[in-house]
């Protein structure tokens, strides 16, 4: 996924707005008002910061190098995904969606 995907992805959720907060180089998605992605548009390769229940957050460490605590986030709570090959559309997707259920609960 590119950032134009992401970005069609996120806003396709629904009930969400983006922002630019932290600076022109990181856009913010919110759902209610609650951040559920971050995507640093100057880092290469491409990579997001979605939240992530604290279990599952630490499986997914485990067994895949391109999913990292978040940076500049709660470690426990949000994982920074490095995008590469190794990830489909759909896993990708897949962290966002988690992400925007976790903060409409």
Not at 64 to 77: A, E, S
Request: proline share 6%; charged share 25%.
């Amino acid at each position: 996924m590119n950032i134009e995907e992401l970005h069609k992805y996120a806003i396709s959720l629904g009930n969400v707005e983006e922002s630019q907060p932290f600076g022109p180089d990181t856009i913010v998605y919110k759902t209610n008002g609650k951040i559920f992605l971050l995507i640093a548009i100057d880092e290469i390769p491409l990579r997001f910061n979605v939240k992530c229940d604290p279990d599952l957050a630490e499986e997914l460490r485990a067994d895949n190098m391109n999913i990292l605590p978040g940076y500049h986030m709660n470690k426990k709570h949000w994982n920074t995904i490095i995008i590469d090959p190794s990830f489909t559309t759909k896993q990708l997707k897949g962290f966002i969606q988690h992400s925007f259920d976790l903060v409409n609960k």
